[in-house]
Nanobody, 124 residues
Framework: QPQLVESGGGLVRPGGSLRLSCAASGLVLDFAAIGWFRQSPGKERERVSCMSTVGGDIDYADSVKGRFTISRDRAKNTAYLQMNDLTPDDTGVYFC?????????????????WGQGTQVTVPS
């Protein structure tokens, strides 16, 4: 059974940085559409960023453009979300998701595989 495990969340001051990791087993992330999402208190789940399979089409939510970077390490079978210049609005539980049957899935949340989430807290 494919599995995704996020890590790297934590408490960080405004303006700080974190790098989230999404380690995959049972599927090859190079051949999967990848998404990062967040669930903030009192808000609906929001797509933060997404990446296509090998070939590397990438998209970001307007709220994180210029601050967040999605990437993938083939050798480690791990996806990353580098988050810089964090603000209190970035607080939430961050999830990675993958679909090995689709090249590009940026307009959907219908990913078959999800991680358990990692908490990011940026106090005001």
């Amino acid at each position: 059974q494919p599995q995704l495990v996020e890590s790297g969340g934590g408490l960080v001051r405004p303006g700080g940085s974190l790098r989230l990791s999404c380690a995959a087993s049972g599927l090859v992330l190079d051949f999967a559409a990848i998404g990062w999402f967040r669930q903030s208190p009192g808000k609906e789940r929001e797509r933060v960023s997404c990446m296509s399979t090998v070939g590397g089409d990438i998209d970001y939510a307007d709220s994180v453009k210029g601050r967040f970077t999605i990437s993938r390490d083939r050798a480690k079978n791990t996806a990353y979300l580098q988050m810089n210049d964090l603000t209190p609005d970035d607080t939430g539980v961050y999830f990675c998701a993958a679909d090995p049957q689709t090249r590009w899935k940026c307009g959907s949340e219908e990913y078959p595989y999800w991680g358990q989430g990692t908490q990011v807290t940026v106090p005001s």
